[in-house]
């Protein structure tokens, strides 16, 4: 995601389209995430065209409770990629695990059990270990910037993981009566929309134009990673995600979810945006404590 976004960046810089400053930054990427939307969407109606008639309230309410949450997420997760390496946000996102059983305790009034607080308490230790500085993990082609303030992208991401939190609840609670099918694509269209409207809010209307297109469309290497997010990370991944997460428990979804930090750090590692340094490993290495903890609590 956060590989596919830069080379978009880098793409726009070969046309009169500029990106000076935080605002338009953030329009960028609001388009470039309704261009990747607007694309699953069409990929998943093409595919699914049959199934989408007769939407009931709860595709339509879930679908866009599920899209709104998601979307905003991914915007600040985004946004929070800019400024912390990849591995860090994947573990930061992790955090669901954590929030999942809490939100769980506070909405449906059951007892907070020692081993979720013991949880808690590593997770939060590993989150600040991460958070430290760590210019060892830099290699030529990492792509994060320094932050106008410290910590901005780990609380950008963590504020994500919140509303991930509150995606995977919403997943739960309307995917036990909502068509997988059609929740999946009202919530692929939604997250284009919301993407769309605060981008153009921002000003990114600059960025739909011939030049931009026609840049990028000759651009093999981001038309490539494109591709992978919208019709892989984005239409697949969520179809599979809103139909069978609802099978199991939301704190069991999210111990498993919790596998984004080791892809995470073997695709930021292979693809060389950074390298393994000793606070990646040990606060990654304290945060899958925290998740294993869990597990173990939900076995």
């Not at 953030?26 to 470039?32: P, Q």
């Not at 866009?64 to 905003?72: E, I, K, Q, S, Y």
């Amino acid at each position: 995601m956060q590989i596919s976004s830069a080379i978009f960046e880098k793409s726009l810089a070969n046309t009169a389209v500029t990106i000076e400053n935080t605002r338009a930054e953030l329009a960028a990427r609001c388009i470039f995430n309704c261009w990747r939307f607007a694309v699953a969407a069409g990929g998943f109606l093409l595919i699914t065209f049959p199934r989408q008639r007769g939407f009931s309230r709860a595709d339509l309410v879930g679908g866009g409770v599920v899209g709104l949450t998601f979307c905003v997420g991914i915007l600040l997760q985004l946004i929070g990629l800019r400024y912390t390496l990849p591995s860090t946000s994947s573990f930061l996102t992790a955090l669901s695990v954590i929030f999942a059983p809490l939100a769980q305790t506070l909405l449906f009034r059951r007892p907070l059990g020692s081993r979720t607080v013991v949880a808690v308490v590593v997770a939060l230790l590993g989150m600040f270990i991460l958070s430290q500085p760590n210019p060892h993990a830099a290699t030529s082609e990492t792509i994060t910037e320094k932050p106008p303030f410290p910590h901005l992208g780990e609380i950008l991401t963590i504020i994500g993981a919140l509303l991930f939190t509150v995606q995977i609840l919403s997943i739960d609670h309307f995917g036990q009566r909502a068509n997988p099918a059609r929740l999946t694509f009202i919530m692929l269209l939604i997250t284009c929309l919301v993407s769309l409207i605060i981008g153009v809010g921002l000003g990114g209307l600059r960025f739909n134009n011939a030049a931009a297109f026609t840049s990028l469309a000759h651009d093999r290497q981001f038309l490539g990673y494109f591709a992978g997010l919208a019709l892989v990370s984005s239409m697949l991944s969520q179809y599979m995600m809103n139909r069978y997460q609802p099978l199991v428990a939301p704190a069991i979804a999210a111990v498993v979810y919790c596998l984004e930090p080791v892809f995470g750090t073997l695709f930021s590692g292979g693809f060389g945006t950074e390298r393994l340094s000793t606070i990646t490993v040990v606060g990654g290495s304290v945060i899958v404590v925290a998740v294993l903890i869990v597990a173990r609590r939900n076995a």
